[in-house]
């Protein structure tokens, strides 16, 4: 736990650098930031040391953003103002109205 501390302290300037790059929004972007780090610290232990770690953080972090980032797009409001009006069936509603009001005949019978 020490050495991710010290990953923590070392490199969260430059990952919060990177994603504040990415999102233009500070807020966000130590939202990602910590999110980023709460990822690298689960699964610390697949670091394979191929790069240099802050490649590594730095990619996680992208990764995180653009997850991120498609879930907002999804919960974006949808415009319905921009969706024309529709129609009303009136030859269905219309049919659906009689064939109630022979069935309610009928039942009477």
């Known amino acids: 736990m020490k050495d991710f501390e010290k990953i923590y302290s070392e490199y969260y300037d430059t990952v919060f650098r990177y994603t504040l790059s990415l999102c233009k929004d500070e807020a966000w972007a130590e939202e990602i930031t910590q999110e980023a780090f709460f990822k690298t610290l689960k699964s610390i232990d697949t670091f394979r040391g191929e790069y240099q ?12 953003f653009y997850t991120e980032a ?18 009303k069936p009136s030859g269905i509603t219309a049919r659906f109205a009689s064939l109630t009001a022979f069935s309610v005949h009928l039942m009477q019978i």
Do not use: E, H, Y
């Open 53 to 64: 770690l802050s490649v590594w953080l730095r990619q996680i972090a992208k990764n995180t």
């Open 70 to 87: 498609r879930r907002r797009q999804k919960q974006t409001d949808f415009p319905f103002a921009d969706i024309p009006a529709m129609k």
